[in-house]
């Protein structure tokens, strides 16, 4: 395994700037809020914060501040973050972003999970933290080979998993985070101690015609929430499922049309009410959309769509279940998350749930918009795995 630190060119950074001042900038349009898409305003302002204000330099100190690594699995170079807990019998845990996050999703939140005496927690609850990035994101190399669907990232994860010593762990993530957890267990059930996830697809049956008889309104609010979510709010996964090396063209040229696609779904995704900004750092979310510019890889992580939901019943595989797992499944629910699932929904698909919260605030971002709730269901999944 190679050590591995981030170091941009010079150059790279004068080409972004000079390309954000040079945006071609399209016509307002005939609305100025978010329904038709990002605003026209908001976002010439948020450009020139990131050509102007934005410390590309200061982000890559922080970055590299964390231990990371790369190593050859499959025949990609998976790049991830390593840190060991100093507490002796800490737990094991990797985390996996999903699209349009990075491995930055998880970073401010590595100090209380790795060290949770100096961050007001109990020792006992310490976990050993691996964040990879997903292979076509960020600083791992894109696969030069079609294949590379969730099941195949899940299996490099159970080497990497091997490769790094670790004989029991605990699985976490959201978006693809989710499924590639889910389907980690799968592959790796004599190691895998158990998943958590922030992120859950529970579709109701439709063959049923009482199934949706004693839900009680705040489950029929987020009925309303996904139905409207699959009316307006699948855009992008239809494309990049689709034609992801046609919309590379466009963002990989432009870092204000990378922007903006990025920028959206912090919006929409995370439960802000007027910009992302409202629930996500500002800086952070730029550092998300910075390494996607920097590495040029708006296409290559689009492809993971391609290969697991390009049609409907890949789309049905990959993200409905069911879930037969033989380890213990844990789900924290954040309000603001896109589909937040129904629990009655959720347990036929996965028999072996044995941990459900709700909390009153946060989103799909789980990591970044309520980090301390996150740590915590975590810390309380992970011990009552020990119990059991």
Partial sequence: MRPFQ?????????????????????????????????????????????????DWRAAERWLNSFPQFVEEIDGVEVHFVHVRSAEPDATPIILTHGWPGSFVEFLDVVGPLTDPRAHGGDPADAFHVVIPSIPGFGFSSAPTEPGWDVPRVARAWAELMRRLGYDRYVAQGGDWGKVISLRLAEADPEHVAGVHLNMFVAMPPMDDPNAFADLDERDLRKLQKAGRFQQDGMGWQQIQSTRPQTIAYGLSDSPTGQLAWVVEKFKEWSGADKGPEDAVNRDRMLTDVTIYWLTNTAGPSAQLYYESTRFPEDFMRTWAGPWPLSVPVGIAVFPDEVCPPIRKFAEPLLPTLSHWTEFDRGGHFAALQQGDLLVQDLRDFTRSLKTT
């Fill in 6 to 54: 981030i170091a941009i060119p010079q150059e790279d950074l004068e080409d972004l700037r000079r390309r954000l001042a040079e945006t071609r900038w399209p016509p307002a349009g005939p609305s100025s809020d978010w329904e038709r898409g990002v605003p026209l305003e908001y976002l010439k302002e948020l450009a020139q914060y990131w050509q102007t204000s934005y």
